[in-house]
């Protein structure tokens, strides 16, 4: 069952959620930036970090039934709309940007979420999974919405987004800090110093992908695979899916 939009709401309110949203806002920003002349679509409960995409050409929250909806953005033409996360009312290939948020925990089938994500995704988009981290204090964590619900491992996200016909790109961790009050201040050092000593503990993992990449005829008649270019231009890696740059 998932989170009501009042719980979501009330949390991200809250000094923890705000905490959460900084955190989070600055791997996106990492990764996207302002996404200028894009469309953008936000799955599950992004609309705290919508707002950050300056210059896009469109941006729409599609909140899942059973969570219920919210007016957004406060100010102006309402962009959210309540949706069947496994039958999304949208054309194929309708958004170059997609972000998934407190969408594929809960979700009743998250492959077949994904897949009617991948199917909204432009031929040359990009989508940001954002899941509670199987290992993290925070997924234990009831009183947040990220300890409600199914978390996930690295390789399990990455084999969702494989199967979905998507190429994992880039891939970023966050909520090094365990969620107890008093050690919410020290956030940024728990940062700094857990991605080097203490990658395990973080709470929440990000996973960019992107459509998997289409063969080039070299002229000796032999398919060469062109690498999907990804979003960053992340450092060398020892393992498949680059880290995104600190």
């Known amino acids: 069952m998932r989170r009501s939009i009042d719980e979501l709401r009330t949390f991200y309110g809250e000094p923890t959620g705000a905490l959460v949203r900084r955190l989070l806002a600055r791997r996106l920003d990492d990764a996207w930036g302002e996404t200028p002349d894009c469309d953008v679509l936000g799955i599950g409960y992004a609309t705290p970090w919508l707002d950050a995409f300056v210059g896009a050409r469109r941006v729409v929250a599609a909140m899942p039934g059973g969570q219920g909806v919210e007016h957004w953005p406060s100010v102006g033409r309402n962009r959210t709309l309540l949706v069947d996360d496994r039958r999304l009312p949208f054309a194929a290939g309708s958004f170059d940007r997609i972000l998934l948020v407190h969408a594929l925990e809960e979700a009743d089938d998250p492959a077949a979420l994904l897949l009617e994500a991948v199917r909204a995704l432009a031929p040359t988009g990009r989508i940001i999974l954002a899941a509670a981290a199987r290992g993290g204090l925070w997924a234990r964590a009831e009183n947040t919405p990220f300890g409600h619900g199914r978390p996930f491992t690295r390789s399990q996200l990455e084999r969702l987004v494989r199967e979905a016909g998507l190429e994992p790109a880039a891939w970023s ?72 740059p600190r």
């Open 173 to 244: 961790q966050t909520l090094y800090v365990p969620p107890w009050t008093p050690l919410l201040p020290l956030a940024d050092g728990f940062e700094q110093v857990g991605r080097r000593v203490a990658p395990g503990a973080a709470g929440l993992i990000l996973l960019e992908a992107s459509r998997q990449a289409y063969a080039r005829i070299r002229p000796s008649g032999h398919a060469q695979r062109v690498p999907a270019k990804p979003a960053l231009t992340p450092q060398p890696a020892a393992s498949v899916t680059p880290d995104w």
